[in-house]
């Protein structure tokens, strides 16, 4: 049932995970499909590979912003 509402509306998305500030992903409420921002800025279907490369740059901008925020203080 859920799927036939969002083939009628659209999808419902809300943010799921920030990977970075500019990346994010995204859930639909109704059918729980899994999406995230791609390089252009477009709506991707979240696959593993994209899952994985995720992972790596949330890796990425957390250290890189702890060690700014170190070298701050």
Known sequence: MKK???SI???HYSISK???S???EYKCIHCQKEVTTDVSGNL???TPELQDINRTLEHIYQRRH???QQQVA
């Open 4 to 6: 036939i509402f969002c």
């Open 22 to 24: 500019h990346i994010k």
């Open 66 to 68: 702890t060690a700014t």
């Open 18 to 20: 920030k990977v970075t």
């Open 9 to 11: 509306f659209g999808h």
């Open 44 to 46: 991707s279907i979240l």
